[in-house]
């Protein structure tokens, strides 16, 4: 049952926001997966610009959530 004020498209929102803060750690969660040094970019072994770029990735993704948040 939905809460009060919410409607049903709202409430069906929520769970792809989930989904999207759940990418960040899934993708990080198994070093194993891109523990290897190539292929590099500009020197930098995989390992370490794909951390990186997630770090980037996280923060947009962050943004896209707040902005569905408080558009409510």
């Known amino acids: 049952m939905s809460e009060p004020g919410r409607t049903s498209t709202e409430t069906k929102?929520?769970?792809w926001m989930w989904v999207l803060l759940a990418l960040p750690y899934l993708a990080l969660c198994f070093p194993s997966l891109y523990a290897r040094a190539t292929p590099e970019l500009l020197g930098f072994p995989f390992f370490y610009w794909y951390q990186f770029a997630w770090v980037v990735a996280t923060s947009i993704l962050?943004?896209?959530v707040y902005r569905k948040i408080k558009d409510k």
């Open 62 to 64: 962050l943004w896209i």
């Open 13 to 15: 929102k929520i769970p």
